[in-house]
Antibody, heavy 118, light 107 residues
Framework: EVQLVESGGGLVQPGGSLRLSCAAS????????MYWVRQAPGTGLVWVSH????????NYADSVKGRFTISRDNAKNTLFLQMNSLRAEDTAVYYC???????????WGQGTLVTVSS | DIQMTQSPSYVSASVGDRVTITCRAS??????LAWYQQRPGKAPKLLIY???SLQSGVPSRFSGSRSGTDFTLTISSLQPEDFATYYC?????????FGQGTKVEIK
């Protein structure tokens, strides 16, 4: 059974940093693209970032480009999102998700809440 | 970036009703479009991929289609467990983008 478990969320002040982790199990993590998607309270889904299977290619939403960095440790089956220069508008539940056929996401974690506030 | 405009934002429907949700892309895109269902407090669930392919385990009352830049999700006979919010997502090019969502509520 595929499992994705996010951690690392919490309360952080504007301008601060946070590192999210996503522990993966139940599938060959090293062979899959992975994603981060976020959802601000009461609003819709927003795609944040993508990383290919060996970590050599990444993509970002314009709203986080230059501030967020996606990475992975295939030896530890773990996906990361380093978030710097955080803003109030980054407040959201952050989900990690597994790729399906290079065009959708078929398994999701339960999400971790990031709150940016002073 | 490709914008996905989803309509309607809200649907009030009864059990057994046929429900149709549309997503329009801001430019011509491939058929790499997915539909997700999200229940309150839960993670999204993949329903349809590649515009019209039903994800394994998803009931056959869900279907997807495409006409030009318009993509449609149809629920043929609404069931109680289908009351949720639905999102489209394009994967034609990065950055991927979602529609704004359609909330399906009980009439």
């Amino acid at each position: 059974e595929v499992q994705l478990v996010e951690s690392g969320g919490g309360l952080v002040q504007p301008g601060g940093s946070l590192r999210l982790s996503c522990a993966a199990s139940g599938f060959a993590f090293r062979t899959y693209w992975m994603y981060w998607v976020r959802q601000a309270p009461g609003t819709g889904l927003v795609w944040v970032s993508h990383i290919n299977s060996d970590g050599t290619s990444t993509n970002y939403a314009d709203s986080v480009k230059g501030r967020f960095t996606i990475s992975r440790d295939n030896a530890k089956n773990t996906l990361f999102l380093q978030m710097n220069s955080l803003r109030a508008e980054d407040t959201a539940v952050y989900y990690c998700a597994k790729d399906f056929r290079g065009s959708s996401m078929d398994s999701w974690g339960q999400g971790t809440l990031v709150t940016v506030s002073s | 970036d490709i914008q996905m405009t989803q309509s309607p934002s809200y649907v009030s429907a009864s059990v057994g009703d046929r429900v149709t949700i549309t997503c329009r892309a801001s430019q011509a895109i491939s058929s790499l479009l997915a539909w997700y269902q999200q229940r309150p407090g839960k993670a999204p669930k993949l329903l349809i991929y590649a515009s019209s392919s039903l994800q394994s385990g998803v009931p056959s009352r869900f279907s997807g289609s495409r006409s030009g830049t318009d993509f449609t999700l149809t629920i043929s006979s609404l069931q109680p467990e289908d009351f949720a919010t639905y999102y489209c997502q394009q994967a034609d090019s990065f950055p991927w983008t979602f529609g704004q969502g359609t909330k399906v509520e009980i009439k």
